[in-house]
T-cell receptor
Framework: DTEVTQTPKHLVMGMTNKKSLKCEQHMGHRAMYWYKQKAKKPPELMFVYSYEKLSINESVPSRFSPECPNSSLLNLHLHALQPEDSALYLC???????????????FGPGTRLLVL | QQPVQSPQAVILREGEDAVINCSSSKALYSVHWYRQKHGEAPVFLMILLKGGEQKGHEKISASFNEKKQQSSLYLTASQLSYSGTYFCGARPSAGGTSYGKLTFGQGTILTVHP
C-alpha cells in the first residue's frame, strides 16, 4: 500500500480565517513533507519532518504552521493567508535511510486551496 | 538550485519514442522521476542513484550519468496514458541536513495523440 491521503480535497478561505490541512500515511514512513505547487510549476518544498521532528523549513512565512502529532499524521495550520497563497498543497512521505528505496517520496492527491 | 529539464514540451503520436533530459549544476546523490497528470498528484516512476546506473519499467527507462550530472528518461512506443508532465527531482546528498530535500526541475509536458 503506497497511499497517502489528504483532507480536504478543496478549501476556500478568507484572509482572516484559520484552517488546517491534514495528511495521513500508513506505510511506516518516518519522513513526511509539505509541498506547494502553483499551476504549471513544479512542487516547491515547504517543510520536512523526520521522526516527527521538523528538519527542514524552507523559509516559509509564519502564517503556515506545520505539526506532526505522530508518525502517521501531518498537519498544516493556515492563518491570515494571502491570495497569492492559493495553490495545490501536496503532502508526501518516505522512508528514512540510505537504502536504495529510501528517500522515494510518495505523494498524496493534494488539497486545492483558494484564498479570497 | 533547480535542475534544468529539456525539452519543455513534446508532442508525439502513439508508438513514437521520446527522451527527456534533466541536468544539474551540482553533484547529485540521486535523481527521481515523476509523472503528473492534470489535477492529480505526482506519481513516482523510478529512482536512480549515482554510479551511472540504468533502470527500466515496462517501456519507460532512465539513465544517470554521474560525470555529466545528467539523467535521461526514455519513453518507447508511447501510449496515450503516457501524457502528462514529467518532473525530475534532484537530491544532492545521501544524508545530513539536506536529507529529503528534493528539488524539482521545471517539468516537461508530454502529449501523446492517437
Amino acid at each position: 500500500d503506497t497511499e497517502v491521503t489528504q483532507t480536504p480535497k478543496h478549501l476556500v478561505m478568507g484572509m482572516t480565517n484559520k484552517k488546517s490541512l491534514k495528511c495521513e500515511q500508513h506505510m511506516g514512513h518516518r519522513a513526511m513533507y509539505w509541498y506547494k505547487q502553483k499551476a504549471k510549476k513544479p512542487p516547491e518544498l515547504m517543510f520536512v519532518y523526520s521522526y516527527e521532528k521538523l528538519s527542514i523549513n524552507e523559509s516559509v512565512p509564519s502564517r503556515f504552521s506545520p505539526e506532526c502529532p505522530n508518525s502517521s499524521l501531518l498537519n498544516l495550520h493556515l492563518h491570515a493567508l494571502q491570495p497569492e497563497d492559493s495553490a495545490l498543497y501536496l503532502c508526501a512521505s518516505s522512508q528514512v535511510g540510505r537504502a536504495e528505496r529510501g528517500g522515494t517520496q510518495y505523494f498524496g492527491p493534494g488539497t486545492r486551496l483558494l484564498v479570497l | 538550485q533547480q535542475p534544468v529539464q529539456s525539452p519543455q514540451a513534446v508532442i508525439l503520436r502513439e508508438g513514437e519514442d521520446a527522451v527527456i533530459n534533466c541536468s544539474s549544476s551540482k553533484a547529485l546523490y540521486s535523481v527521481h522521476w515523476y509523472r503528473q497528470k492534470h489535477g492529480e498528484a505526482p506519481v513516482f516512476l523510478m529512482i536512480l542513484l549515482k554510479g551511472g546506473e540504468q533502470k527500466g519499467h515496462e517501456k519507460i527507462s532512465a539513465s544517470f550519468n554521474e560525470k555529466k550530472q545528467q539523467s535521461s528518461l526514455y519513453l518507447t512506443a508511447s501510449q496515450l496514458s503516457y501524457s502528462g508532465t514529467y518532473f525530475c527531482g534532484a537530491r544532492p546528498s545521501a544524508g545530513g541536513t539536506s536529507y529529503g530535500k528534493l528539488t524539482f526541475g521545471q517539468g516537461t509536458i508530454l502529449t501523446v495523440h492517437p
